[in-house]
């Protein structure tokens, strides 16, 4: 079974029919998820903040009480990495 690519992890083309807000540096994102809400996702070297919509085509339930729970730790890039080599090798 071919392991998905960490970088491209939370972003699929099927995700193309939504319209996202995209941020080249984490800090930018994470300021706009907390004035406009949404939720915060990497993709490659860059960063989106979309709707629960887009979460829910990735097969998530954005209403689960773990999204604001895991907001608290993903206060950095770093962070985020850890996060996407997790998910990948579950």
Sequence with gaps: ???PDKDTLWYQ???DVF???W???YADAR???ENHGGFLLPYKSHFFVCEADVI???GLEPDDPDWEKTVG???NLRTWRCVS???RSE
């Design 31 to 33: 300021k706009a998820r």
């Design 56 to 58: 829910r085509a990735l």
């Design 73 to 75: 730790m993903l206060r």
């Design 13 to 15: 083309s099927n995700l």
């Design 85 to 87: 080599v997790c998910v």
């Design 23 to 25: 941020y080249s540096s």
């Design 1 to 3: 079974m071919d392991q």
């Design 19 to 21: 319209l996202n807000r």
